[in-house]
């Protein structure tokens, strides 16, 4: 029985409690389970009868005792007993612990999935660096997280696009352009170019396709390197993402927004929605009326539109393409968009609150040695994204990114992700993985199978007990990782599970000896080995993160 279904018996009982007293069920708030802080006060706890004492005008004690009196009934709970002023402290039934092996295993990688997001759709836009320097740090972050993010959303049931926006018109390409050339004619860098060794790399790659930018008109040379340059630039992003695991659904050029004429088409209709005014010779959107700062320039006098313009036509696009929630990962450089773009979408006639939400996330420290390693993209002291992966592999970065708090900075240890250890969390999270994938292979070796089915009252030792505790709770951590945007859930979960399996393993005799016969209880404790094995795979793949079977 898993924490929802035993959520669902205590509603039934405690509508059939209220018709007894004549009461209305639909004065009952919704029903919740938890673990109570001692083990000793039983499996779960719940506070449904304190929760719906002011509704009903019960006493609390009283409506509890009666809602005790019927989940008496179910032959999946133990006992229950009325605690304090009116606590549920529930204990199930050693078959019903039991049943959630059998459960996982029947489901598959579907345990733990639910349609709570079905019929949503979800455009989850990261990353979206700009293409004039590989992916630092903080990009690869938000890499590890957006695509976790929109996994999890996945399996709540939503429709997710995810997205990459590149800026790839604007100043910053006029600067990398001409960075590029001044590196290709061996002249120095422009004041607040770009520099890097990257530079110096796309610039040779530039003269060997086109060795008429070194003499020929600076301008026509310019128009040529950002284009092509640019192109190079983004192909080199696009394969650092592959390699780290993330392929994007859509890349979208800011370009295109300028080229197909969205940003007039913005701006239209926020005149037609009365938002627009002039002075000082430029049009201004009233952001201000929406929470924002002060209002904001969409065109300026010389005709020529604002970066503030393609925020605008940007949202306006996704919102057409029919998305119901726009989702945008940020860095902490980024605090001031967020007003911004919300006074966007009310701009628009949307309710923020509905259809926007920017994630800001905190930066990354590279620890080597004990000591902070500094980056910097202008100043060529890049830590890239293939700098991370070539250092600690894929795995484990993206299991390190995805570890944290969003909104906390991460002291990233090179010493301790390199670790073939279990004092580095992906390894030991893997290394129960591999345990069990090892502990199949050598079941099926010697004849021993699941079977068709198992006796599920056999897993009664604390250490079983504990482990099956873990594994229902899945659904319930996947469903809050997935509302509250925070992936780190679903790896600390991992943790505490392989923990779980891990002393279960070292204190159970899962397999018999050799002289011994593979009775009903090793077969019990092989489908609990199975199960968790399937949930270590399928939190771990909710990170991006392999499930090897072998380490």
Aim: glycine share 10%.
């Amino acid at each position: 029985m898993t924490p929802d279904q035993l959520a669902g018996a205590v509603l039934i009982a405690a509508k059939a409690a209220l018709a007894d007293f004549g009461l209305d069920p639909s004065l009952l708030p919704e029903v919740k389970v938890e673990r109570p802080r001692n083990p000793e006060h039983g499996d779960y706890a719940s506070a449904i009868a304190l929760q719906a004492a002011r509704q009903t005008g019960l006493p609390p004690r009283e409506l509890a005792t009666a809602i005790a009196a019927k989940l008496a009934d179910d032959e999946e709970i133990a006992s229950v007993e009325v605690a304090g002023p009116g606590f549920l402290n529930i204990r199930l039934a050693a078959g019903a612990a039991g049943a959630i092996a059998g459960l996982i295993v029947r489901q598959g990688s579907r345990y733990g999935h639910s349609t709570a997001l079905a019929g949503t759709r979800i455009n989850d836009e990261f990353v979206s660096a700009n293409p004039t320097g590989p992916i630092h740090l903080g990009g690869t972050r938000w890499a590890a997280v957006g695509d976790a993010l929109a996994r999890m959303f996945r399996a709540q049931g939503a429709t997710v696009t995810t997205e990459y926006y590149f800026n790839d018109a604007g100043a910053q390409i006029d600067r990398f352009a001409q960075s590029l050339l001044a590196a290709a004619r061996h002249e120095p860098a422009p004041e607040d170019g770009y520099a890097g060794e990257y530079i110096g790399e796309i610039a040779q790659t530039l003269v060997e396709q086109h060795p008429q930018i070194l003499a020929g008109p600076t301008d026509a040379a310019l128009n040529l390197v950002a284009a092509i340059g640019v192109e190079l630039m983004f192909a080199e992003i696009k394969s650092s993402l592959s390699n780290f695991g993330v392929h994007f659904d859509v890349y979208f050029s800011e370009r295109d927004l300028h080229d197909r004429g969205d940003l007039d088409r913005a701006l239209a209709r926020l005149d037609e929605l009365g938002k627009v005014y002039q002075a000082d010779g430029a049009t201004w959107v009233r952001t201000s009326d929406y929470g924002d700062d002060k209002d904001r320039v969409i065109r300026r006098g010389t005709g020529q539109f604002t970066y503030f313009a393609a925020d605008c036509a940007y949202y306006l696009d996704k919102r057409d393409r029919g998305f119901d929630k726009v989702m945008i990962v940020l860095g902490a450089d980024h605090h001031g968009y967020v007003g911004r773009m919300r006074a966007v979408a009310a701009c628009f006639g949307d309710d923020p609150d509905q259809t926007l939400e920017i994630l800001i996330g905190q930066l990354v420290n590279l620890i080597a040695g004990g000591h902070t390693v500094r980056m910097s993209k202008r100043a060529g002291t890049v830590i890239t994204i293939d700098d991370l992966v070539g250092a600690v592999g894929v795995d484990a970065a993206r299991y390190a990114l995805a570890r944290y708090s969003l909104d906390s900075p991460i002291d990233l240890d090179l010493d301790l992700w390199t670790k073939r250890s279990t004092d580095n969390p992906v390894y030991y999270v893997q290394y129960a993985h591999v345990r069990i994938a090892s502990l199949l292979r050598h079941s099926t070796e010697l004849g021993f199978t699941l079977g068709d089915d198992y006796d599920a009252s056999l897993l009664s030792d604390d250490r079983e007990l504990t482990l099956l505790k873990a594994l229902a709770d899945f659904p319930g951590v996947l469903a809050s990782a997935a509302e509250l945007r925070q992936p780190h859930r679903i790896a600390r979960y991992l943790e505490d599970l392989a923990g779980a399996y891990h002393r279960f393993h070292d204190g159970c005799r899962i397999l018999p000896r050799a002289t011994e016969e593979f009775g009903e209880t090793s077969r019990a404790r092989l489908w609990l080995a199975r199960a968790t094995q399937l949930v270590l795979a399928s939190g771990l793949d909710l990170l991006g993160v392999t499930a090897p079977g072998r380490l």
